[in-house]
């Protein structure tokens, strides 16, 4: 389990959010800090260049990265698992199946 270094999680009361190790594997393998951030799904976890930190987030230590939280989903999360990754990133990063014809 990962703590949050930004000192306003304790302030707002938070205790402990559990990341999952396949997450904390996934961030390793693309060796960039990440985001959950609100979509009209629900909550998203991103890569940064996707979508930015803000001043206004939360910072959770993954490893040797940073998981942000966006201040409108940190008071619903307390567990990060792969759930979150949106699944045409992975489709992205991972290339299509062999089974994949875009239709």
Do not use: W
Not at 43 to 51: A, N, T
Request: include cysteine.
């Amino acid at each position: 389990m990962s703590e949050l270094r930004a000192g306003l999680y304790e302030e707002a009361g938070f205790y402990s959010i559990h990341i999952d190790d396949e997450v904390i594997e996934y961030i390793k393998e693309r060796n960039t800090d990440f985001r959950i951030s609100t979509s009209c799904g629900g909550p998203v976890l991103l890569p940064i260049s996707y979508k930015p930190p803000k001043p206004s987030d939360l910072a959770l230590k993954a490893g040797e990265h940073t998981i942000y939280i966006s201040m409108y989903q940190a008071r619903y999360i307390d567990h990060i698992h792969m759930g979150l990754v949106p699944y045409h990133i992975g489709m992205r990063d991972e290339g299509f199946s062999d089974e994949y014809h875009g239709f």
